[in-house]
Nanobody, 123 residues
């Protein structure tokens, strides 16, 4: 049984940093396309970062997070991370990790999803 368990959200001040974790079980993250999405109140879900491991799968970084957010992976812990720096109020959203064996970047059709983590950026 595949599970993606997220942690690390919360309240942070503008300009601050936060790291979200997405611990995987039942699959090996290094074989999969990895992505982070977010959904702000009243808005559609959007992909913000994506790394594909298969040839021609590509990568993707949303303009809104370029230079501030990064996707990383710890193979020993089989955990995916979203490092967020210089956070802004408009980054307030529920953040989701997602993995899929075949997905290209960017994409929406991911088979496995984390439960979502609230990030609130406010002073």
């Amino acid at each position: 049984q595949v599970q993606l368990v997220q942690s690390g959200g919360g309240l942070v001040q503008p300009g601050g940093s936060l790291r979200l974790s997405c611990a995987a079980s039942g699959l090996t993250l290094s074989w999969y396309t990895l992505s982070w999405f977010r959904q702000a109140p009243g808005k559609e879900r959007e992909a913000i970062l994506c790394n594909a491991t298969h040839d021609d799968g590509g990568t993707y970084t949303a303009d809104s997070v370029k230079g501030r957010f990064a996707i990383t992976r710890d193979d020993a812990k089989n955990t995916l991370y979203l490092q967020m720096n210089n956070l802004k109020p408009e980054d307030t959203a529920v953040y989701y990790c997602a993995v899929d064996f075949f997905a290209n970047c960017p994409g929406e059709k991911f088979e496995f999803w984390g439960q979502g983590t609230q990030v609130t950026v406010s002073s």
